[in-house]
């Protein structure tokens, strides 16, 4: 029976991860910054990833097979940053250092544990190309996107140096119903249903014309366990290929709905706190070659996948 350890399992990937490998019958174990959970043992306390000690003391004692680094600090687009040094301070903290306590923990005490980090299509920045590869130069121009540039480069360096299995997947947008209401996304349903039920009276956004990359996170996830069977660590953009405007989602809600989002939508570029950048849109060509994987959802029917579980939501409040 394979084992997997989960560093950020509460969040949107962890809770589909952890899902998914339960029913492959993986011992598991789910970590995040405040809560502990298992499949097989009784747990009482969580763990600091950011102590080295903690750390290795739970890879000598679980050796799990697979370790999936999803645990990270980031911001949406419409998040006021006041401080710029501590913002980094705290990215570098998770996204960087804790990382590298698990990378030498399996050097020196759990050899056969391979890793897979979530990165991120921000490493980009505003790429030279219209479409992003594995070759694609790393040019980040955030704080989200420098310090997961900086794990690749260190995941890189172990994998050379201390012939550690760390894979990385560059991971576009992905969403689901459990997307965090700070994402445009899930902000877009959960006003569209509030509107539908006369709780909301208008939904402002940032700006409509935005194109985004737009995926379903249990396919990603899918991806992520893909890449940690393959023989040899690797790079892996992980993304659907298409884009999509703010604009087109909304209408997709909102015709869903039945309801004509021009009636109700007003735009505010106000609400975007970060610099406009290109637009993002990866090739996952290298990821379907090496592992058959490709989207399982359409632009459509994560809409309608969405919309139906808050419509199911807001019944229930």
């Known amino acids: 029976m394979k084992k997997a350890l989960i560093i950020g399992h509460t969040g949107q990937d962890g809770t589909y991860l952890y899902d998914y490998l339960d029913k492959l019958h993986y011992q598991i174990i789910g970590i995040s910054s405040n809560t502990y959970r298992s499949n097989f043992t009784s747990i009482t ?59 030498d923990g399996i050097t020196k005490y759990s050899k056969g544990s391979r890793l897979f980090y979530a990165a991120s299509s921000h490493v980009y920045g505003n790429p030279p190309s219209e479409i992003q590869n594995e070759n694609t130069p790393l040019n980040p121009n955030c704080i989200y996107g420098i310090t997961k540039t900086t794990a690749i480069q260190l995941i890189r360096y172990f994998n050379a140096s201390c012939n550690v299995y760390a894979s990385v997947g560059i991971l576009y947008n992905h969403e689901s119903p459990l997307r965090s209401s700070k994402f445009v996304s899930k902000k877009i349903v959960e006003s569209a249903v509030a509107i539908k039920n006369n709780k909301l009276d208008k939904l402002v956004l940032g700006n409509l014309k935005a194109s985004i990359d737009w995926g379903y996170a249990p396919d990603y996830v899918d991806a992520a366990v893909r890449i940690l069977q393959l023989n040899a660590p690797d790079t892996f953009v992980i993304s659907s290929g298409k884009t999509h405007t703010v604009g087109d989602f909304v209408a997709g809600v909102f015709n869903y709905l039945q309801l004509d989002w021009k009636l109700y939508v007003t735009e505010n570029p106000d609400l975007i706190k970060k610099t406009n950048k290109k637009t993002l849109l990866g090739d996952y060509s290298k990821l379907h070659a090496a592992t058959n994987w490709k989207p399982s959802v359409s632009f459509s029917e994560l809409i309608e996948i969405m919309v139906k579980a808050e419509i199911e939501k807001q019944n229930n409040e």
């Open 45 to 103: 306390s969580t763990i600091d990833i950011t102590d080295k000690k903690a750390v290795d003391k739970l890879l000598i004692s679980f050796e799990p097979n697979e370790i999936y680094f999803l645990a990270a600090v980031h911001q949406s687009s419409t998040d006021i940053t006041n401080d710029e040094y501590q913002l980094f301070q705290n990215s570098y903290k998770i996204n960087v250092l804790a990382l590298s306590n698990f990378l």
